[in-house]
């Protein structure tokens, strides 16, 4: 009889602990998707790999460095050793974790156009908006970015 | 029983699994995509618009906060009569020197929105070749308090759609050679305003016309000004300019290293006599009108992360040195003699010599 209560118990855990995961899971995949930076010149994807999110160029509104007449890449970096490396497919948001309600940080921010990285968190106004604040040690030392959702006009359309 | 256990264990699992799965972490890239499938996308609100960004492309770095000093070598510097009761007297001062230090914060950062403020305070030593001999009172003041400015400022960034946006530059500064914690009256206050409208075309031009309330002439004017900024697509040049205040033609090595050429003017008025008695009644209330050319080459550099160094070498030329009466602080504009052609108090003459500033700069995102 014990065993069977035990059974029971482990089964009511898992099933309660497990629809707690997938609740906070579903929150947390919100982020996913493709965005649109204020200054419009790519798209990013973001999706989550392991347990963390992550951002990559996607769509850039200039595709062709001019200087070059080449794709761009990473030329900036400082590291010189990426900077043959195509923009497209740039992994720019990196270890993204869902820490409050709306809010993933612990993450990083690349900016390509400097080669700079900075500490980032990111907050989603609406479902469709988020603040990305870059910030260089306190949050005070940063600069806020609108991103917009994107979405394919065939999944508008069917809405 | 056994069975049982046996399946609330393997049902465990089967809940667990994908959990467990998703603790696989990676960094690296992904395989190549067909990345044609992003060309045509829509915003997912339909009442989505975009705005002009407040820079463009390759401008060199916004300073977050700045810590500075600035140096000028020797020149002579000849105090005028007052009346006939002060007579001119010329010195020699060897240098001229003091520390810059501001710092510029967002307040507020969004895409139809950003408001930045700031402050600043600046120190103006005169170290004079034989401070003991002195008697004009100018030369007084300046040797033994020197001239300081501590101000505030905030610029306001408002895009109006995707191309048009207005720009606005607040600032309120307390110059004079008072000494620190005493300060002086806040009627003193000097007050400048700047107003743009202005266009972005793409990202790699902005311009703006617009019209200021300003000292950097020394005194009160009003001038229209015109503010460009470019970087050409297919060179390492680019111009930064807010005329007539400062302008610059750029050359980036990289992004981390560049280098300016151009000019600055630089100027304010001072309030005279905080700490001792300046020129007696009715002559109480003066003020110096200061202002300068910096014709310059200025060379800023990546030191690590987002700390720059940045280091200038130039030629100040003196625009005005004059001192003005401007009771109770009320102040008045010339317009370069337009409304007015009341006569300075005094008109000293001041030599032109070399300076260079060095700073340290934390830089913005």
Request: aromatic fraction near 12%.
């Amino acid at each position: 009889m014990n065993r069977a209560i035990l059974v029971a118990l482990l089964v009511a855990v898992s099933t309660i602990t497990y629809s707690f995961l997938g609740s906070d899971d579903a929150k947390a995949d919100r982020l996913k998707g493709i965005w649109q930076p204020s200054h419009g010149k790519a798209k990013i994807k973001i999706d989550k790999i392991g347990s963390k999110y992550y951002g990559k160029i996607v769509w850039l509104k200039e595709p062709i460095d001019p200087e070059t007449k080449a794709p761009k890449v990473d030329k900036n970096n400082p590291d010189e050793s990426l900077r043959s490396t195509p923009l497209k497919g740039y992994r720019i948001l990196k270890d993204f974790e869902y820490t409050d309600e709306d809010e993933w940080s612990n993450g990083t921010i690349y900016d390509p156009e400097n080669g700079s990285t900075y500490s980032c968190v990111i907050k989603m106004t609406d479902e469709n908006t988020l603040d990305i604040r870059g910030y260089i040690g306190i949050k005070t030392l940063g600069r806020t970015d609108v991103w917009k959702r994107l979405e394919m006009p065939s999944k508008k359309k069917s809405e | 029983m056994k069975y049982v256990l046996k399946f609330a264990l393997v049902a465990m699992l089967a809940f667990y699994a994908p959990v467990l799965y998703a603790q696989e972490d990676t960094t690296t890239a992904e395989d190549e995509e067909d990345y044609s499938i992003y060309d045509d996308l829509d915003f997912a609100d339909d009442g989505t618009q975009s705005f002009a960004n407040a820079k463009i492309s390759g401008l060199s770095p916004a300073r977050f906060i700045s810590l500075g000093y600035d140096y000028q070598a020797g020149y002579d510097l000849t105090a005028a009569n007052v009346g006939e009761g002060i007579a001119p007297e010329t010195a020699t001062i060897n240098s001229t020197s003091g520390i810059r230090v501001g710092a510029n914060i967002p307040v507020v950062s969004r895409n139809d929105l950003l408001i930045q403020v700031g402050g600043q305070y600046w120190n103006l030593n005169y170290n004079y070749n034989d401070a003991s001999t002195l008697n004009h009172p100018l030369h007084k003041t300046l040797a033994n308090n020197g001239l300081r400015t501590w101000g505030l400022n905030s610029t306001i960034y408002k895009p109006l759609n995707e191309t048009h946006f207005i720009l606005v530059q607040l600032g309120a500064d307390m110059n004079g050679d008072y000494a620190v914690p005493e300060f002086q009256s806040m009627r003193y206050n000097r007050y400048s305003i700047a107003a743009l409208y202005g266009k972005r075309p793409s990202d790699y031009k902005q311009w703006a016309l617009g019209i200021s309330r300003t000292y950097r002439a020394g005194e009160l004017n009003y001038v229209p000004i015109f503010y460009y900024n470019y970087t050409s697509p297919v060179s390492k040049w680019g111009i930064e300019a807010l005329l007539p205040a400062r302008g610059h033609v750029r050359y980036s090595f990289n992004k981390r290293s560049i280098l300016m050429a151009g000019f600055e003017l630089e100027g304010n008025s001072y309030r005279l006599g905080n700490q001792s008695t300046f020129l007696s009644e009715p002559l109480d209330d003066v003020e110096l009108r200061r202002s300068e050319i910096r014709a310059r080459m200025m060379y800023q550099r990546q030191l690590v992360g987002f700390v720059w160094f940045a280091a200038e070498l130039g030629y100040r030329i003196n625009y005005s040195y004059n001192v003005d009466d401007i009771p109770e602080g009320k102040d008045f504009t010339r317009l370069f003699g337009i409304v007015s052609d009341a006569p300075y108090v005094m008109e000293n003459t001041i030599g032109n010599p070399v300076y260079f500033n060095i700073s340290l700069n934390l830089v913005s995102p």
